[in-house]
């Protein structure tokens, strides 16, 4: 279930999308932990598939440059996750730190890494 109007930030969700829909992961400073993403079952078409249809539902800016958000959304799959980032949107690089695949409806284990 997507999250409610209320929760979604709608300029950081417009960033990631455009992000997603403007660069491959090789062309801007994207970088993934590779494990986690392997644990988690979701492969990088996933990621860019939540980072073009999902909503960012929390953003908080960080002492260092850059912010910190939670993206969530569904991969090629429909399987719903949340993705944490952190985002330096002036260097368009995006740091994949946390992959949590969200509880399905039908009774799916949480699963975070």
């Not at 932990?33 to 979701?42: D, T, V």
């Not at 969530?72 to 980032?85: K, P």
């Not at 952190?86 to 260097?91: A, H, P, R, S």
């Amino acid at each position: 279930m997507p999250p409610q109007p209320k929760d979604v930030l709608k300029i950081e969700t417009v960033w990631i999308r455009e992000y997603a829909k403007t660069y491959l992961p090789c062309e801007a400073g994207f970088s993934f932990p590779a494990g986690r993403l392997r644990e988690a079952r979701l492969s990088l078409l996933g990621v860019t598939m939540i980072f073009r249809n999902g909503y960012v539902v929390f953003a908080d800016k960080l002492d260092d440059p850059g912010a910190i958000w939670v993206v969530e959304g569904s991969d090629e799959n429909s399987v719903s996750f949340q993705l944490t980032v952190i985002v330096v949107t002036e260097t368009l690089a995006v740091d994949l730190v946390r992959v949590e695949r969200l509880l399905e409806e039908n009774g799916d284990d949480n699963d975070a890494a």
